[in-house]
């Protein structure tokens, strides 16, 4: 599970996000996720984690406990979704299957991509250091110290 804002922790989730990424990639795979294609994939997380299918909210009997275990299980496939302001509106979700690429679906893409795109590991957890690199910078330096 990723780091809670809420515990005590001053920066935001996108910096503990995207913190946590590069060493728990290997941790956003399961088995129930094999076998499906994009559309599925994101309606078995959606369903689970905020009880939709789209825009459309799914039936769902499951009591609160249910609830809990399903968003501690799978919360972690969130990315970018209340991340902080500047992904408001976004809802996507990632995968690491065992092939080595991460899967990044979201409903934002432009129509010919689909719901979903692949890149590498090394790409993403590129992009996760980098930024977590520069948020330490610009903390210090709004702090008072050196960048």
């Known amino acids: 599970m990723r780091p809670n804002p809420e515990d005590g922790s001053p920066p935001g989730q996108a910096y ?4 946590w990424l590069p060493s728990n990639l290997d941790r956003l795979w399961s088995e129930e996720l094999a076998g499906l294609d994009d559309v599925a994939a994101w309606n078995f997380l959606d369903g689970l984690l905020y ?16 609830l809990r275990g399903g968003w ?26 065992p092939d080595g ?6 409903r934002e893409l432009p129509g010919h991509m689909g719901r979903g795109v692949d890149v590498s590991r090394t790409g993403l957890v590129a992009a996760a250091e980098g930024f977590t690199r520069w948020f330490e910078q610009q903390a210090r330096r709004l702090e008072g110290g050196r960048a």
């Open 16 to 19: 503990l996000s995207f913190r």
């Open 51 to 66: 009880g939709h299918h789209g825009d459309v909210e799914a039936p769902d009997t499951r009591t609160a406990e249910e």
């Open 72 to 97: 501690t299980s799978w919360s972690a496939h969130n990315f970018l979704t209340s991340w902080g302001e500047q992904f408001n509106g976004c809802k996507a979700f990632i995968l690491c299957p």
């Open 101 to 106: 690429s991460v899967r990044i679906l979201s």
